[in-house]
């Protein structure tokens, strides 16, 4: 049984990993081309060029760490709800997906950005190494800062992914007094 609240966290999990995935695809394509370029006329910067080409490949990852982690979690949530089907509610979790959706979202957006931008960064780093080899350790800096967004993306949406509440709903009561000696 899918209710409202869970087609609308799958759908908030589903933005995470395609959005995050999509930052990655252009930063690589970024970083990919201009590392095409360097090394086809100094093939020996391969090692160096390398770690710059894969650092927007991060951002995908911890898309997919994420969905992990909050579609676990709304199983969870879907399995308590379809356990209590005598809950009180006309929407049954809809508070709980847009919990979800909201809780993906910081990693989601740093996701696309950071990686569309760390591929910025990394290939004018590319074409400088391309330039002067002995720069490939200290150029590797300027990518990696933003990669730190992304890394705060990510915290932030395990911690709100965990943070989301379990159902509170209260079951129908059909015998007042099975109800009063349960709250005893």
Do not use: D, R
């Not at 970083?31 to 650092?55: D, H, Q, R, Y």
């Not at 709800?81 to 959706?101: N, P």
């Not at 696309?112 to 760390?118: A, C, D, I, W, Y």
């Amino acid at each position: 049984m899918f209710t409202t609240g869970y087609v609308i966290g799958m759908v908030g999990i589903a933005l995470c990993v395609l959005l995050c995935g999509v930052g990655s695809a252009i930063g690589l394509y970024k970083t990919g081309t201009a590392a095409a370029g360097v090394l086809s006329e100094n093939p020996k910067l391969f090692g160096k060029v390398m770690v710059l080409v894969l650092l927007p490949a991060t951002q995908g990852i911890y898309g997919f760490i994420v969905a992990l982690i909050a579609s676990n979690q709304l199983g969870n949530l879907q399995e308590q709800l379809i356990v209590t089907q005598a809950v009180a509610g006309a929407g049954g979790m809809t508070a709980e997906g847009w919990a979800i959706f909201g809780a993906v979202l910081p990693m989601t957006v740093s996701g696309l950005v950071t990686g569309f931008f760390q591929g910025k960064s990394a290939v004018n780093c590319i074409y400088a190494v391309g330039k002067q080899e002995t720069l490939g350790g200290k150029l590797i800096l300027y990518p990696a800062m933003i990669e730190f967004y992304a890394i705060l993306g990510l915290l932030i949406s395990i911690i709100l992914v965990n943070a989301v509440p379990a159902l509170n709903y209260l079951p129908v009561v059909t015998e007042p007094a099975a109800t009063a000696v349960a709250l005893l």
